[in-house]
């Protein structure tokens, strides 16, 4: 049972114009969410979280959003910058599961066109 | 400052061994968790261990074992490999426990199991 699904397995985007990767979850006890990017043959990288007590989270060119109700939430970039060329994976964990467990959605592959 | 670190970086086995994989956590993180990603899916939540306790376990065989140990580093130990046990295995740290808490992956330990 998936419990965080990223439905797109990849996006293209042009340079300069804005990247939008969604996220879609099933578990209504997930309360904090998480956006990592990964590139080949590293391992996935901190970009960004957000709290279920809020419904919007930015740092830079990066903007999260939630939206509970739809059990939705997206990551903007904006703009798209070459070195933004990689695997993005979704995760959720729920503060009352006892422990950090994340849970991983399949990830999005996005593709910056110079 | 040194990221986690984790050994080997590649390892090929038979089916029916065991194998160790070793993992240093960020100086000062206290919580390690090991994560199984298999071709084309996202990480796997497998153990989480903090100040040397289990702190959570996901839904693998009793085969996966780890162990944390004084210095926070870590090992995972899986027993009579099977072929669906090749996968890249990832360790996060994280400084403190707390849903919240970024977790920090290391590179991996891509497990080949012939």
């Known amino acids: 049972d998936q419990q965080v699904k990223q439905n797109s397995p990849s996006l293209s985007v042009q340079e300069g114009r804005i990247s939008i990767l969604n996220c879609d979850y099933t578990?209504?006890?997930?309360?904090?969410f998480l956006w990592y990017k990964k590139y080949p043959a590293e391992g996935p990288t901190f970009l960004i979280s957000?709290?279920?007590?809020?419904d919007k989270n930015e740092d830079g060119r990066f903007t999260v959003f939630l939206n509970k109700s739809a059990k939705h939430l997206s990551l903007h970039i904006v703009p798209s910058q070459p070195g933004d060329s990689a695997v993005y994976f979704c995760?959720?964990?729920?503060?009352?599961?006892?422990?950090?467990?994340?849970?991983f959605g399949t990830g999005t592959r996005l593709t910056i066109i110079p | 400052d040194a990221g986690v670190t984790q050994s080997p970086t590649h390892l090929i086995k038979t089916r029916g061994q065991h194998v160790t994989l070793r993992c240093s956590p960020i100086?000062?993180?206290?919580?390690v968790s090991w994560y199984q990603q298999v071709l084309g899916q996202g990480p796997q939540f497998i153990f989480q261990?903090?100040?040397?306790?289990?702190?959570g376990r996901g839904n693998f065989p009793d085969r996966f074992s780890a162990r944390q140990f004084p210095n926070y580093s870590s090992e995972l130990n899986v027993n009579a490999l099977l072929l669906g046990d090749s996968a890249l295995y990832l360790c996060?740290?994280?400084?403190?426990?707390?849903?919240?808490?970024?977790?920090?992956f290391g590179d991996g330990t891509r497990l080949s199991i012939l």
């Open positions: 996060a740290s994280s400084l403190v426990v707390g849903v919240g808490q970024p977790q920090h």
């Open positions: 578990n209504s006890m997930f309360d904090y």
């Open positions: 957000i709290s279920s007590i809020k």
């Open positions: 995760a959720a964990s729920a503060s009352n599961f006892g422990n950090e467990k994340l849970t």
């Open positions: 100086s000062g993180h206290k919580s």
């Open positions: 261990y903090y100040e040397k306790e289990e702190r």
